[in-house]
């Protein structure tokens, strides 16, 4: 069974700038979910979804942040534009249906604004 | 915020059980107990979780008090590749991780 894929691995883009990390979980997982960690500080909820809704999305910073799960598929987070606090890794997450199934983590997506 | 305290770091010579603690005295009926760590800059990984009862798999064993107030990882033969950062997290309702600073687990030869 493929694990949950995350693209692209590295990022380095410019202050200003535009980019969109793209999520894919494993097959049949309706839950998918953004976390980051940025700076060295603690990894950090981001949002939730349920196949194409969104959940829970307390965690996301600013509006400059959009994320999308069209099809209750894969998942796209667009940073724009991006600052220099955005810089961190990007950590995506999926679980099957079932409240309190584990979460199965991506390798995640290191984003570097300068 | 993390409603989790565990020790910054703990070392753990090759072949013994190392033994992470977690206080959690917050913690609510309904909530359970999750574990994961994380290997260098890779994503977290599962490890176990536990409600009341203690909980054994092929990775780990988790020892919860009766009261619930906290709770043990043990790694009963630690490798060198078991050096990471291990976070105990209490599940919220709503299913987000909270993760906190976590312990950096060093295992030595």
């Known amino acids: 069974e493929a694990g949950v894929t995350q693209f692209p691995s590295h990022s380095v883009i410019e202050k200003g700038q535009t980019v969109t990390l793209r999520c894919d979980p494993i097959?049949?997982?309706?839950?998918l979910y953004w976390y980051r960690r940025v700076m060295g500080k603690e990894i950090k909820f981001l949002l939730h979804f349920v196949k194409e809704s969104k959940q829970d999305e307390s965690g996301m910073p600013n509006n400059r942040f959009l994320a999308e799960r069209t099809g209750g598929t894969y998942s796209t987070l667009k940073v724009q534009p991006a600052e220099l606090e955005d810089s961190g890794v990007y950590f995506c997450a999926s679980s099957k249906g079932r409240r309190g199934e584990k979460q199965y983590f991506g390798p995640g997506t290191r984003l570097t604004v300068t | 915020d993390a409603k989790t305290t565990q020790p910054p770091s703990m070392d753990c010579a090759e072949g013994r059980a190392a033994n992470l603690p977690c206080n959690h005295s917050t913690i609510s009926g309904n909530e359970y107990v999750y574990w994961y760590r994380q290997i260098h800059s890779q994503g977290p990984q599962y490890i176990i979780h536990g409600l009341k009862n203690n909980e054994t798999n092929e990775m780990a064993s988790l020892i919860i008090t009766e009261d619930r107030k906290s709770s043990t990882l043990i790694l009963p033969h630690a490798t060198l590749r078991d050096t990471a950062v291990y976070y105990c997290?209490?599940?919220?309702?709503?299913?987000?991780?909270?993760f906190g600073t976590g312990t950096r687990l060093q295992v030595f030869p």
């Open positions: 097959s049949g997982h309706d839950n």
């Open positions: 997290i209490v599940r919220v309702v709503t299913d987000k991780l909270i």
